[in-house]
């Protein structure tokens, strides 16, 4: 069971988790200008940064499919409800869209590669039997 891009997409997740931890200021400066309220979203870009660390090597050190496809969903699911808590607080429609695009664009990046590695699985497995 190797899960080639599940694993893959879980290492990129555990960088940008290193960088909020690093820099949580970032996420502030993406959904507001207003700087005193750019303060605000630094508690929430390390809980981001730590969580991403935590389901990140979940998947990428799992030792079943099971294991890394539960991570994969979870991280599926934090990405879409991030981006639905996030976009609500957007000072205007730009941000907003912007908001979307990227939690949106990575929870679905995730899923085309849990998709893609279930499906080798698959073929894997009718080829053993």
Known sequence: MSMTW???????????GGYALAEP???????T???PEQAGYDVLATTY????LAVGSIALLG????TVSAAMLARI?????????????????ETRQQVLAVT???ASLNAL???????VARKRERASH
């Open 49 to 52: 940064g730590a969580r991403d």
């Open 113 to 119: 590669a849990l998709l893609r590695d279930r499906r």
């Open 33 to 35: 200008s207003n700087k």
């Open 6 to 16: 599940s694993r893959l997409m879980s290492a990129a997740t555990m960088v940008y």
């Open 77 to 93: 699911a934090f990405d879409v409800s991030d981006g639905l808590i996030l976009a609500r607080r957007a000072e205007d429609d």
């Open 25 to 31: 200021r970032h996420l502030g400066r993406f959904v």
């Open 63 to 66: 030792r079943s499919e099971r």
């Open 104 to 106: 949106f664009g990575w």
